[in-house]
């Protein structure tokens, strides 16, 4: 499915998207009623030009999953955490479009090559223990502090204090952030 705000531009999502090969178009909107049509038609991938002064947070937060890409020249941060799958500059290519919604069906996140070479978190996070990084990976595959305080040999205490370190390097409000933040790091594989 596609969305834009302006109908030309709608088109040629419209015709981008019909030219790659397995895919298939089910819709294309506006903004207005992106949220209704993709929940209705439940899409695979939704491809979105975001216009500068559209808000997409609440519209993303909304989409129950549906992986989104979207073409913005927007903090590409912001839209990731509101829930895009993925996020690239309004002049990428066709190719370029094509890898991440692709990607973002088979569940991976897409950012702008720039992201790949600028720290996506402070400097200070890349410093995590062995220790953090052991248990950042264990909290990644979904084990609760008991969990990984008994595979560890360590008390529940110490769990705490090294998720809440881990936590602070990272910049991370949640485990769920943090796992997210050490992916993005290189420091977890999921």
């Avoid at 491809?47 to 519209?59: M, R, Y």
């Avoid at 370190?165 to 991370?172: I, M, P, T, V, W």
Wanted: glycine share 10%; proline share 5%.
């Amino acid at each position: 499915m596609v969305a834009a705000a302006s109908p030309v531009v709608r088109a040629g999502l419209k015709a981008l998207v019909g030219a790659i090969p397995g895919c298939a178009l089910v819709g294309a909107s506006g903004p207005a009623e992106l949220l209704q049509q993709a929940l209705e038609l439940q899409p695979a991938t939704i491809l979105w030009q975001l216009a500068a002064d559209e808000d997409a947070a609440t519209t993303l937060a909304s989409l129950e999953g549906i992986p989104t890409v979207i073409l913005t020249e927007q903090s590409h941060r912001n839209l990731i955490r509101a829930g895009a799958r993925g996020v690239l500059p309004t002049d990428a290519s066709e190719l370029q479009i094509e890898i991440a919604i692709r990607a973002a069906g088979a569940g991976l996140a897409v950012l702008p090559h720039e992201s790949a070479t600028a720290p996506a978190v402070p400097q200070a996070a890349s410093g995590l223990t062995a220790r953090e990084t052991q248990i950042l990976r264990m909290v990644a595959e979904g084990l609760a502090n008991k969990e990984i305080a008994y595979r560890l040999g360590i008390s529940e205490h110490t769990v705490k204090f090294h998720v809440s370190a881990l936590l602070g390097k990272l910049g991370a409000g949640s485990r769920a952030e943090a796992i997210g933040m050490g992916v993005r790091l290189g420091a977890i594989m999921l």
